[in-house]
């Protein structure tokens, strides 16, 4: 998987995000939130991925796009070592929801800790769906 996170990776589609925040499930790792939902895609990628930070903590622009910077970098670099062992593609949406503006080093330790309940909880419903397929 490459480093990158081009157009085909961002979620744009406003159906998708309705129906991400509609009927999809979350974990979070404080500051961050992981809103995901398993759905399929015409291109051959695991994940679309959206990233939002809220406009009533940070006032000014130029605070939300440095957090969210920060976060599209973390997620840039650390996304092979996620997704390496997953097949079903999911939407993403991050969102940061602190109070203070956070370091590079504190967005990867809590994205790390993020993408692991989110990788434990996946594992768990699907052990529970093929249990349900098997009884």
Do not use: W
């Amino acid at each position: 998987m490459k480093f990158t996170f081009n157009k085909k990776e961002k979620l744009k589609s406003k159906k998708l995000i309705e129906q991400l925040f509609a009927n999809g499930q979350s974990v979070s790792a404080f500051p961050l939130r992981l809103v995901y939902l398993p759905t399929t895609f015409g291109e051959t990628i695991i994940a679309k991925t959206g990233i939002s930070v809220s406009k009533r903590q940070f006032k000014t622009a130029v605070d939300r796009n440095h957090i969210k910077r920060l976060i599209r970098e973390v997620y840039r670099l650390n996304k092979a070592s996620y997704f390496n062992n997953i097949t079903t593609q999911y939407a993403f949406m991050i969102l940061y929801i602190g109070k203070e503006k956070p370091t590079l080093a504190q967005v990867e330790t809590r994205m790390s800790h993020l993408f692991e309940k989110f990788l434990k909880k996946v594992s768990e419903t699907e052990k529970l769906n093929s249990d349900e397929k098997i009884t």
